[in-house]
Nanobody
Framework: QVQVVESGGGLVQPGGSLRLDCAAT????????MGWSRQAPGKQRELVAY???????NSADSVKGRATNSRDNAKNTVFLQMNSLKTGGTAVYCC?????????WGRGTPVTVAS
């Protein structure tokens, strides 16, 4: 089993920056991808960004150029750096870790973008 825990959410003003951290513990040897999804109130969950074990990263068009997911394979951690946040970024952000046969999810951390 793999446990995924996020931290770092909170209130940020529009145009501000925020960093979210995530750590995966337990049976982490076969984790491939780690990243973030978010779910805004009344909307479906959407992928934000993820990183593969080999180091490539991908991000959603809605955050491209404003969000970077960085990964430390040795520590099984990722952090999401978000800049120039918009009010549409208000959501619960969940970290995930993907192995060959399973997806593991954290409980999520809320981010509110408001003045």
């Amino acid at each position: 089993q793999v446990q995924v825990v996020e931290s770092g959410g909170g209130l940020v003003q529009p145009g501000g920056s925020l960093r979210l951290d995530c750590a995966a513990t337990g049976s982490t040897l076969d984790i491939y991808d780690m990243g973030w999804s978010r779910q805004a109130p009344g909307k479906q969950r959407e992928l934000v960004a993820y990183s593969t074990r080999s180091g490539s990263t991908n991000s959603a068009d809605s955050v491209k150029g404003r969000a970077t997911n960085s990964r430390d394979n040795a520590k099984n951690t990722v952090f999401l750096q978000m800049n120039s946040l918009k009010t549409g970024g208000t959501a619960v952000y969940c970290c995930f870790a993907v192995s060959q046969n399973h997806e593991f999810w954290g409980r999520g951390t809320p981010v509110t973008v408001a003045s």
